[in-house]
């Protein structure tokens, strides 16, 4: 199979997230006014999904070592269906956030089966050019979310927007068990036990290393949730854009994810990935300096969205770079390594986004600063990353020689 043909398929499948998060957006108002609620309050439906799709991980990485992607993988389809015919169902806002938690279960085991599939195909450099290509098909998904979201609106209302979802589970099951699965390379199954393999993860935390590129992508992942849960706010209620001008806005982030995605490609074959990285996060800080300024001085729309794009947009480079990083010393636990970088994120993340939703009243201030804070500690986290990754691999290079 083709790196191409592999990205499509796997690109597909990430993309189950993003629209989940994302594809009801526009229609924050609508559930708000339907269940009699206060507008923020929706965005728990948003964290609980996000909190959820991040722990489950932690279930599904071993499970995915042990009893087989593809197992592993139709599962989390199939609860990830059920839950959003559910959640089109729901009739109150309690109702609605336990069916969406259930929904981040399945859509937890399928996000943790894919970065194992690419750590199980390809590694290094490699790796880094297919997560940037899987990316780059994914985005697809994020840009035209809020889109599909206001469409459905206009059809009818935002339930229609979860039968969607559990249409795309099922078409994706059918996809994958037609034109993927068949045509993978062979991997041995993990014979230890789940107890066995659960234990694996104290593995991960002690690898410094690793766990430098899960804090990098907790907190650009943070900086990232801040926005999209606060963005129908910001572009809506704050600015008093329609639902097409938000959902053009929003693309506008992906537009340029997809731009600095094509341009990271190129430079692999110049640097490290994990020199890449250092840079792109240091201009994600940059960007969200200026957004910071921006907002104290009261700025105008076009400045505000643009420094949000722009830091949103280094997300294109970031991503497929430290994924690289942070499961290239975990060849035959990819499963478990996924996990543990994806609940880090996911629950991290959604606590962030929950507690800023809680408390961080109407304004835009706290929200841009609570993405600036997130970004403080990835630069930090990035700066020593490239030595700490040539210590790493020379540590290995010693070992190998002495074995």
């Not at 107890?195 to 993860?201: A, F, P, Q, R, S």
């Given at each position: 199979?083709?790196?191409?043909?592999?990205?499509?398929?796997l690109?597909?499948?990430v993309?189950l997230?993003p629209?989940?998060?994302?594809?009801?957006l526009?229609a924050?108002?609508?559930?708000a006014?339907g269940?009699g609620?206060?507008?923020?309050?929706?965005?728990?439906?948003?964290?609980a999904?996000?909190a959820t799709l991040?722990?489950?991980?932690?279930?599904?990485?071993p499970?995915s070592d042990r009893?087989g992607?593809r197992?592993i993988?139709?599962?989390?389809?199939?609860?990830f269906?059920?839950?959003?015919l559910m959640?089109?169902?729901a009739?109150n806002?309690?109702?609605?956030?336990a069916?969406?938690?259930v929904?981040?279960?399945?859509g937890?085991?399928c996000?943790?089966s894919?970065?194992?599939?690419v750590?199980d195909?390809?590694?290094?450099?490699?790796a880094a050019r297919?997560?940037?290509l899987i990316?780059?098909i994914?985005?697809?998904?994020?840009?035209?979310?809020?889109?599909?979201?206001?469409?459905?609106?206009?059809?009818g209302?935002?339930?229609?927007?979860?039968?969607f979802?559990a249409?795309?589970?099922f078409?994706?099951a059918v996809?994958?068990?037609?034109?993927?699965?068949?045509?993978?390379?062979?991997?041995?199954?993990?014979t230890?036990p789940v107890?066995?393999?659960?234990?694996?993860?104290m593995?991960?935390?002690r690898?410094?290393?690793?766990m430098?590129?899960?804090g990098?992508?907790?907190?650009c992942f943070?900086s990232?949730?801040?926005?999209?849960?606060?963005?129908?706010?910001?572009?809506?209620?704050?600015?008093?854009?329609?639902?097409s001008?938000?959902?053009?806005?929003?693309?506008a982030?992906?537009g340029?994810m997809?731009?600095?995605?094509?341009?990271?490609?190129p430079?692999?074959?110049t640097?490290?990935?994990?020199v890449?990285?250092?840079?792109q996060v240091?201009?994600q800080f940059v960007?969200?300096l200026g957004?910071v300024?921006v907002?104290?001085m009261d700025?105008p729309?076009?400045a505000v969205?643009?420094?949000i794009i722009a830091a949103?947009?280094?997300?294109?480079?970031?991503v497929p770079n430290?994924?690289a990083?942070?499961?290239e010393?975990f060849p035959h636990m990819?499963?478990?390594a996924?996990?543990?970088?994806?609940?880090?994120?996911?629950?991290l993340?959604?606590a962030?986004?929950?507690?800023?939703?809680?408390?961080?009243?109407?304004?835009?201030?706290p929200?841009?600063?609570?993405?600036l804070?997130?970004?403080?500690?990835?630069?930090l986290l990035?700066?020593?990353?490239?030595a700490a990754?040539?210590?790493e691999?020379?540590?290995?290079?010693?070992?190998?020689?002495?074995?």
């Open positions: 199979m083709s790196h191409f043909q592999l990205a499509l398929l690109g597909m499948t993309a997230g629209l989940a998060l994302d594809a009801y526009p924050f108002p609508s559930i006014d269940f609620i206060p507008h923020a309050d929706v965005g728990l439906t948003l964290s999904y996000v991040g722990l489950a991980q932690l279930v599904g990485g499970l009893y992607r197992n993988l139709f599962a989390g389809l199939a609860v269906a059920i839950a959003s959640v089109a169902l009739d806002l309690t109702s609605m956030i069916w969406r938690v929904q981040g279960i399945g937890a085991f996000a943790v894919v970065p194992a599939i750590r195909q390809v590694g290094g450099q490699e297919l997560f940037g990316g780059l994914m985005f697809v998904a994020p840009a035209a979310a809020p889109s599909l979201g206001a469409l459905m609106l206009a059809l209302d935002w339930h229609l927007i979860y039968v979802l249409g795309y589970a078409f994706l996809v994958l068990q037609l034109a993927l699965f068949p045509r993978l390379k062979p991997r041995p199954r993990a230890t107890k066995t393999l659960v234990t694996n993860y593995l991960v935390l690898h410094r290393t690793t430098r590129f899960i990098i992508q907790v907190m943070s990232m949730m801040l926005f999209i849960t606060h963005s129908s706010f910001i572009y809506q209620e704050w600015f008093g854009l329609s639902n001008t938000f959902s053009m806005l929003f693309a982030n992906i340029l997809a731009v600095l995605n094509l341009v990271n490609r430079q692999l074959r640097f490290s990935s994990v890449l990285l250092r840079v240091v201009i960007m969200l957004l300024a907002v104290m700025g729309l076009w969205a643009g420094f949103v947009g280094c997300q294109g480079g970031i430290n994924m990083n942070a499961l010393f990819g499963g478990t996924a996990a543990m970088l994806g609940a880090s994120q996911f629950t993340a959604g962030i986004s929950a507690l800023s939703a809680a408390f961080g009243g109407e304004a835009l201030l929200i841009a600063l609570s993405m804070a997130c970004s403080v500690g990835a630069v990035s700066l020593g990353a490239p990754v040539a210590r691999k020379a540590a290995e290079a010693a070992a190998e020689a002495a074995a």
